[in-house]
């Protein structure tokens, strides 16, 4: 079923992001601004080389955890973000449990210390190994008064999808069978097996990340592109122009 994609496309002919433009997609950073800078500079070289035309950087997702230097990865993304409307930026899993705990929820804390989170803390400022002693009330009040306000509300304003001609990007995946106007948010930020087990068409190709594979997971109805940068140190960028689709990657 796909009349619930805005845009029904022929399913006989490969999926197109169309002439008039060239989208580069980034899979999970996880605090690896190091891998970012890498990979940006991999972006402008690619793109010297392709026709003059707009270029949309969609950034999937969960910029935050597991890597030492996620506040400079937010700091660089809200950097992207107002150099232009072509910038897109999704909301990952990572992404809703830091801003609820750095909202001062304890519960949120507890879940942020088991996904990777006081690399979080750390990449603010909170001293190395300073997390193993503090409870998950007190890590929800540091992050409370040490992680800028502005940083917090820019990930939590960030959106769940972005829908670009056959194409929808998202973080996770996507419910099987459900429209996408009636897409539980949580699921587009957190669902796994059932969309990664689904062999049929969602309507448009799906590009999503939270899944880590060794390399680019390409399916018929999906491109996973979690290479596990925060561990591997291989950063994957899918291009698109037209039906056209190439990666580039950081090594690894």
Do not use: C
């Amino acid at each position: 079923m796909v009349g619930w994609f805005r845009r029904v496309r022929n399913e006989a002919a490969p999926p197109s992001i169309g002439d008039d433009r060239l989208v580069y997609a980034i899979g999970d950073i996880h605090g690896r601004a190091d891998l970012l800078g890498q990979l940006l500079d991999l972006i402008a070289q690619d793109v010297a080389g392709r026709p003059r035309l707009p270029i949309h950087l969609v950034l999937l997702g969960d910029l935050v955890d597991r890597g030492p230097h996620s506040a400079q990865v937010v700091t660089h993304a809200i950097s992207l973000s107002q150099a232009g409307s072509h910038v897109h930026i999704l909301k990952g899993n990572h992404e809703e449990v830091f801003v609820l705990a750095a909202r001062g929820d304890p519960r949120a804390a507890r879940t942020l210390r088991r996904i990777g989170g006081i690399a979080t803390l750390e990449s603010y400022g909170l001293a190395a190994d300073g997390g193993a002693a503090m409870d998950d009330d007190e890590i929800a009040g540091w992050l409370l008064n040490h992680v800028p306000r502005a940083h917090v509300d820019f990930l939590d304003g960030l959106p769940d999808r972005l829908e670009m001609r056959d194409y929808l990007f998202v973080h996770a995946g996507v419910r099987p069978h459900v429209p996408l106007a009636d897409q539980d948010p949580a699921d587009l930020r957190w669902i796994r097996q059932e969309f990664l087990n689904h062999g049929r068409s969602f309507g448009p190709m799906v590009v999503h990340g939270h899944s880590i594979t060794d390399d680019v997971d390409e399916r018929a109805n999906r491109i996973g592109i979690d290479t596990g940068a925060w561990s591997s140190g291989r950063l994957t960028a899918l291009g698109l122009h037209g039906a056209d689709r190439w990666t580039l990657q950081t090594g690894g």
